[in-house]
């Protein structure tokens, strides 16, 4: 009874939902402790204590009926504008509250804009390897998504390639830095030549094509690295912003759009994308989160443990004889498959109580990803499985 869309889409959900489920199954088998389970983007380190008192702060001083009531499909004003100045402090910008939507984390935002934006057909480019779930969002709106291989040398996207997949139904380019899976950080040089790319194409076809910068790991770095600031290197930019991973609060749904001045019809974009806030059925980013976030945007979590995660992973993973790219930010590691079949890789991985993900997953096969946000412990427990496994395949 259920849409034929959806018979499709519940099948492809199935090999993560299954991945839990024998994650639980291996966990009986051996205990917890024994079952290395690197298979999902949730953060390890909690939420920085400002939130916790923030929430009591709110809770307890702020009016019941304005913290848990209906707003503007777009959010708070208050909020939106003290968003805004902090961008604006951190990266010279010159936004207001009005360029400004708080959104149902990057999903929401992400589902927001492409509503905004797509009609059946319209062409949405990605860069492999991406976050899966482009896919879907993109077929929701009946867009048709449009991946650019990958530059396996260091994963930057590979513009050439880019450019010969633009044409006239081009609506929009989603990037995503610093990047799950990869954890490459999108250099300036990068960012220039893509935003030279899409100047170009849109004088040749005449067409306004948005770039939707998806950007839930900005806090995440490593190394003081910077992470460029993009409605800053191309006019048509929209950012999707989330706290799922910055402030460690992924159930709680809270992100936002930045939709700048400088974008084409920016006018009915910014209509539009509160429109679609209320009919997606969000009507509206969490009313308490919102409020939250706008007093921590200077908050910060343990990135310190993260770090000592990725060192010790990336190492041992070399040392065994991987082939990875030593991530600069998100908590994911791009690892080589040591056979042309990831997902027979990943079984073999399984076999040492070691779960990755497929690079298939993210579009790019003949890799699996590694998430290490988890405990320091389940790393080191995990390296003589990883070490075993390497040498499975050297013999
Ligand atoms: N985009 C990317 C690249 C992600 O990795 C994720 C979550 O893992 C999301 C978007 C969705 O994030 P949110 O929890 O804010 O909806």
Redo the contacts with the bound molecule.
């Keep these: 009874m259920i849409s034929n869309k959806m018979v499709g889409l519940v099948q492809n959900s199935s090999i993560i939902r299954a991945m839990f489920e024998e994650g639980k199954r291996l966990a009986d088998i051996y205990g917890a402790e024994n079952v290395y389970d690197f298979s999902l983007?949730n953060p390890s380190v909690e939420p920085p204590k400002e939130i916790r008192e923030e929430i009591l702060n709110i809770i307890n001083m702020e009016d019941a009926n304005l913290v848990h009531g209906y707003m503007s499909n777009s959010g708070y004003q208050d909020v939106r504008t003290t968003i805004a100045d902090s961008l604006n402090k951190r990266f010279q910008t010159s936004f207001t509250g009005e360029n400004i939507i708080m959104t149902v984390?990057?999903?929401?935002g992400?589902n927001v804009i492409l509503k905004t934006l797509l009609n059946p057909g319209d062409e949405v480019i990605v860069f492999s390897p991406f976050?899966g779930e482009y896919r879907n969002y993109v077929d929701n709106f009946d867009g048709k998504l449009v991946v650019v291989p990958p530059d396996i040398n260091d994963f930057q996207p590979d513009l050439a390639e880019f450019e010969t997949r633009v044409t006239e139904k081009t609506k929009a380019v989603i990037v995503?830095t610093p990047n799950?899976p990869t954890g490459v950080v999108y250099s300036e040089t990068t960012i220039k030549g893509l935003a030279d790319v899409l100047n170009r194409k849109q004088k040749e076809f005449g067409i306004s094509i948005y770039l939707i910068s998806?950007e839930?790991y900005r806090e995440l770095v490593y190394d003081s690295i910077e992470v460029p600031y993009l409605t800053k290197y191309y006019n048509n930019t929209i950012v999707g912003y989330?706290f799922?991973k910055s402030l460690s609060l992924?159930g709680e749904r809270i992100?936002y759009l930045v939709i700048p001045n400088e974008v084409d019809d920016y006018t009915n974009v910014v209509g539009a994308a509160n429109v679609a806030n209320r009919i997606l059925g969000f009507v509206n980013a969490p009313s308490l989160m919102q409020r939250v976030v706008a007093r921590c945007l200077d908050a910060e979590v343990d990135i310190a443990s993260y770090n000592r995660n990725r060192e010790l992973l990336y190492y041992s993973l070399r040392e065994y004889g991987y082939t990875c790219i030593k991530p600069e930010g998100a908590f994911y590691l791009f690892v080589k498959a040591l056979e042309e079949d990831d997902k027979a890789f990943a079984a073999a991985a399984k076999k040492h109580n070691i779960l990755i993900v497929p690079g298939s997953s993210f579009g790019c096969p003949g890799y699996c990803r590694i998430a290490y946000c988890v405990a320091y412990e389940t790393i080191k427990r995990s390296l003589p499985g990883f070490e075993k496994l390497a040498k499975e395949y050297s013999t």
Aim: overall charge negative.
């Design positions: 983007g984390g990057a999903a929401g992400l976050f995503n799950n998806d839930p989330s799922s992924p992100g």
